[in-house]
């Protein structure tokens, strides 16, 4: 393996023991929010721009993640495949768009909205997470506080997204995201928010399954397609949470 790489997952491994040892509180509070959103009928929706939506993809109808989880997927920002890509950093600084993504969805009173930015600078990021406060659901976000709080928001109100959340974990990317940096090299290189952006979903997605086993509620978990019974399993399940669920 060379040094670069070898560096790289050095990094990483650093990244996700600082999650361990530090998001451990915040991800309690977020299990429990998601929670009593299960246990009391509530709804989930998570969201996030172009490399954030893709993070957030990871606990969206993936086998052994939460089946109650509804993705939102914001037209030109839910994935990387808008030519020139430049066109998505000029859309997510756009005012007013999150409103509209909003008003579009089945969002209630009590609700849990995941949202996920790494910088949490941009106006789509800091209104979603703004008007789903102000809808009166519970805000969790995803973010880099050293990144959102090294830089200057692109909003009128001079916040950043994890300002409007109830909960904020942090996935410990430095500014800019890229990890490594070499002579010959004209930049840093490699981000890291990839790799524990997912990790710490998945960690959220790990408490909450805790903590409902400790209410004593089955968890609504996905069966991998892929396995004997996991179309039937899955669809029973489906019919069971069927005022919840907004995907099929």
Not at 30 to 46: K, P, S, T, Y
Not at 206 to 213: K, S
Request: aromatic residues 8%.
């Amino acid at each position: 393996m060379s040094t670069y790489a070898e560096q790289y997952i050095d990094k990483i491994i650093e990244m996700l023991q600082r999650i361990k040892e530090e998001e451990a509180e915040p991800l309690k509070q977020a299990a429990v929010l998601l929670a009593d959103a299960i246990e009391n009928g509530q709804r989930i929706f998570a969201w996030g721009c172009t490399h954030s939506s893709t993070t957030m993809q990871d606990i969206f109808a993936r086998a052994g993640g939460l089946m109650l989880i509804n993705a939102i997927f914001a037209p030109g920002l839910e994935a990387l495949q808008l030519k020139p890509i430049t066109m998505a950093s000029a859309m997510e600084r756009l005012l007013g768009y999150a409103e509209i993504v909003l008003d579009g969805q089945p969002i209630q009173l009590g609700d849990v909205f995941i949202a996920v930015s790494v910088s949490g600078r941009n106006a789509m990021a800091i209104e979603m997470a703004k008007g789903a406060k102000e809808r009166g659901l519970h805000v969790i976000a995803v973010t880099s506080r050293t990144y959102s709080d090294s830089v200057e928001s692109r909003h009128p109100s001079g916040k950043k997204m994890y300002e409007y959340a109830d909960v904020v974990l942090d996935n410990k990317a430095v500014k800019g995201d890229a990890l490594l940096e070499a002579e010959g090299a004209p930049q840093r290189f490699c981000p890291g928010s990839g790799t524990t952006g997912p990790a710490l979903m998945q960690s959220m997605v790990a408490a909450t399954v805790e903590e409902l086993i400790s209410r004593g509620i089955e968890p609504p978990l996905f069966l991998a397609a892929n396995v004997e019974g996991g179309d039937e399993y899955n669809a029973r399940m489906f019919e069971r949470y069927k005022d919840r669920i907004f995907y099929i």
